[in-house]
């Protein structure tokens, strides 16, 4: 981002810097002016009308919501349904946060090296990440097909019984994070793998010359290193993973039993859109916002931490 | 280090790891590739037998031009327009912002960059709904600038913080010069600064695109048959079709909807990474 703002200057004042600082806040306001009024009126505005929402009873297809206070909230609270959404968030955001950042790191790594035919590796584990949700899912609904799945099938020859992916919620829960994951890992692999390449190389050279084991060299001389892409990957991964609509709802539309594979944003989606209660949408919705908020400012401030030391 | 055995190890490594990636997006080709026959039959689906023995190209001409064509090919259509303009618009305006925020001096800058990427923690499904209301009163529910609007506004925050970075590496004396030259501001930006931002407002547009053109949550809820882009379309098969299982015909779609995207990556791996690594080292 950029450095220091320049403190606004009271009018009047003679201009301080070359130029003609008058004109140059005349451009910067025609040139900003679009961008802010698209944001504050599409973005910002929706949110906070969200936010008013969240304390209606509202049925979408009705033109009036009723002001109710905090009912919506109380609901939350004491809705079984929540509680699972709740766990499954946490569950399917970490797992994907994790894994994906772990193994995108262990592949970077490896594929650091100089290998032939390592582009070709690197575009074939980047390509998921830009392929559209809806289509991994479906690609991945016959993987875990119960039928004639891939899973069951490789099973099957090894003479191993698989669980019903579709059935069962705990094993639902657990195809979509891997769905997730496959479709994520490439991003965490090309930042890592960019920041590896980035690196200074002499610093690890130092290390081995001076005996350091691989794994104090991995820990105290790379992890370091890395540590502001791994803050970046950390917020950026968990941004979008706590967001993933798209998969959920092709593969399992929120289920199976209710709320089985359901995170927030598809409770958000089913309260809203299904079953017509967009008020206590709203409400999930608003809750999901403030949990991010806070996550996120956790992990800028420590970002910011990290930065320092 | 450069043995020739650590080579093969490595070599060795990354072919699981090309399979894992591989395998779903290899089956949903060959699986759009089958005849109907060929996908009844159990046997010519399992591991190892999964690509068809003869392709057959049905399922395509059933999304084009057959009984699938009314669904696909307007969805089609939708998302080319529909990313094509939000991208353009969306990164023009960035392009504006991000100039305004490197080069000129005014005062309350860091507050309205704040303004901007602050949106990129807003979570879409909280906008949905307000926009959904919003919509119906400006009869733009079901309609492509009601799809062209928050597409603008998912790809506006994510274009200013990639081209922002691009643009705090240009050269900008060169600008300077070409003012002492006698250009005026906006010359000088034509002139000089245009061909030197280009490959970063480029790299910014692709990453734009396939934010807009993979896009779910809006799609699937702010339009129905009249705006739907193919992603939603996909969805709408699966609902469909529980009856038929028009598995074939969903691959196909998922295979076309899948080639822009994997093309863009083949030409411009380098350069997507470039923009999305540009917040990663500055902060």
Known sequence: ?309 | METNKTKWGLAGASVPIMLWTLIPIVWIVATSLKSTTALADQQQNVFGNFWPKSISWDNYSLIFTGGAKDLFVPALWHSIVVCLVATLISVVLATFCAYAIARLDFPGKKAILITALTVSFFPVIAMVTPLFNLWRILHLFDTLPGLIIPYITLTLPLSIWILSAFFQQIPWEMEQAAQVDGASSWQAFVKVVAPLAAPGVFTTAIIAFFTAWNDFVFSSNLTAARAQTVPAALNSFTGASQFTQPTGAICAAAVVVTIPVVILVLLFQRRIVAGLTSGAVKG
């Open chain 1, 1 to 309: 981002m950029t450095s220091a703002a320049v403190p606004p200057a009271p009018v009047g004042d003679p201009p301080r810097r070359r130029g003609r600082p008058i004109g140059e806040w005349t451009l910067a306001g025609l040139l900003l002016l679009p961008n802010l009024v698209l944001l504050v009126v599409f973005t910002y505005r929706p949110l906070i009308d969200n936010v008013r929402l969240s304390f209606t009873s509202w049925n979408i297809s009705a033109p009036v919501a009723h002001y109710i206070g905090t009912a919506n909230y109380v609901r939350w609270w004491h809705d079984p349904n929540s509680h699972q959404v709740l766990i499954n968030t946490v569950v399917f955001t970490v797992a994907t946060v994790g894994v994906s950042m772990v193994l995108g790191l262990a592949l970077a790594m490896l594929l650091d090296q100089k290998l032939r035919g390592r582009n070709i590796v690197r575009s074939v584990l980047f390509a998921p990440f830009v392929i559209s949700g809806a289509a991994v899912g479906i690609a991945f609904q016959f993987v875990f097909d119960p039928n004639f799945g891939l899973i069951r099938d490789l099973a099957q020859r090894v003479g191993v019984t698989v669980p019903d992916f579709y059935q069962q919620p705990h094993w639902a829960l657990f195809m979509v994070t891997v769905t997730y994951i496959w479709k994520n890992l490439g991003y965490t692999f090309v930042i890592y793998l960019a920041a590896l390449q980035g690196r200074r190389a002499d610093l690890d050279e130092a290390a081995e010359i001076d005996g350091a084991s691989p794994w104090r060299r991995f820990t105290k001389v790379l992890l370091p290193q890395l540590r502001p892409t791994t803050y970046f990957l950390s917020i950026t991964v968990l941004l979008n993973s706590v967001q993933v609509f798209d998969i959920i709802n092709v593969m399992t539309r929120g289920g199976p039993q209710g709320y089985g594979t359901a995170t927030m944003v598809y409770q958000v989606y089913k309260e809203t859109f299904v079953n017509s209660q967009a008020g206590y949408g709203a409400t999930i919705a608003t809750i999901m916002f403030v949990f991010l908020l806070v996550v996120t400012l956790v992990q800028v401030r420590l970002m910011d931490r990290g930065r320092q030391t």
